[in-house]
């Protein structure tokens, strides 16, 4: 489900699975309105997703949370504009201590959360008529707290009434892995869950949740660390789990200014988001991986991992839904 409507997954075609546009970190207590000038953010960003589209790319899932800058109508200007397929998100973060929670997640029971994301997959986002296509879950580092588990059971309730895949967002794999565990009591598959960040995981760490059944979208992909990846995506492909991977920035590109005077600032240098497409799939060429290997990754990982269907542990087919 993108945010322009139903999209058959056979047409995602190239897919960066984890993309933040513009992130506003001013936390879930700050005023409610969009705190930049919409008209001057398009004209920044439109440009570069113009970009990606001419290098190759078809599909971008976009993991801004609510209560940290999600802005789905602003997403749906720029698809059409673009061309791009955009995926958003329903879910909450939990980073950050909770910063970017409601207060009211602090009293709600899990089928409470779990209603109004399912009401945003069914019904769309506030007024907007746009669905998510992805259930988004960020956490710290350390393991679940009790409000994670709160969140994370909720995403597996939604899961299991919509279909949408789950994104869990942490840097370390301590976390994802009791999520997992969690995911497992609620009734719910491994392949349900997809682990994008890691920046601060090894390979080792990686591997074992792969040969767990995670899908892990290998984020901050930079000139400092492609090697690593690279070499991750080569122990994957020897032991047959390449299934498991998708790629994708895992990184906010824009963020809003703390100055309140409504102007984005740019995360890093200009062209960013065309590193992967254009510099990491060469490194993976050139390392060996066949053409077919590399389509695996960027493709059909991707259709797979984001295809709507719910996915229980105790069947292997999956119940999908018209929701594409």
Known sequence: MSVCGP????????????????????????PGAIRYDMEKAFEQILPELVSLKTAGCETLVESTPAY???????????????????????GYSAQE????????????????IAFGWIREAWYGIGESGIRPGVIRIGIDNGGLTATAGKLFQAACR???????????????????????????????????????????ADNRERLELARMG???????????????????????????LLDR???????????????????????GA????????????????????????????????PREAFEIGVRKAESRSRKKYLLF
């Open 214 to 240: 995670i899908r892990l979208s290998l984020g901050a992909i930079t000139r400092e660390c492609s090697k690593e990846y690279a070499q991750f995506l080569e122990q994957l492909k020897n032991e047959d």
């Open 245 to 267: 991977a998708l790629l994708g920035h895992g990184m906010s590109h824009y963020r809003v200014a703390e100055s309140g005077a409504g102007e984005l600032r740019r995360v």
């Open 7 to 30: 999209v058959n997954p056979s047409r995602l075609g190239v897919t960066l699975a984890d993309e933040f546009l513009v992130c506003d970190f001013s936390g879930a207590d700050a």
């Open 270 to 301: 200009k062209g960013e988001y065309l590193w992967i497409l254009k510099e990491f799939l060469s490194q993976l060429s050139e390392a060996g991986f066949s053409r077919s290997e590399v389509s695996r990754i960027t493709e059909k990982n």
């Open 158 to 200: 939604a899961h299991l009434e919509t279909g949408l895949p789950i994104l869990v967002q942490s840097a370390d794999g301590l976390g994802v892995a009791e999520a997992l565990s969690l995911m497992r009591k609620e009734g719910l598959e491994a392949a349900a869950l997809i682990w994008a960040g890691g920046s601060e």
């Open 68 to 90: 940290m800058g999600r802005n789905v109508k602003f997403l749906q200007r720029l698809s059409k504009a673009s061309g791009l397929n955009i995926l958003t998100n329903t």
């Open 97 to 112: 201590n909770g910063r970017y929670l409601p207060a009211s997640v602090e009293t709600e029971q899990a089928e409470d």
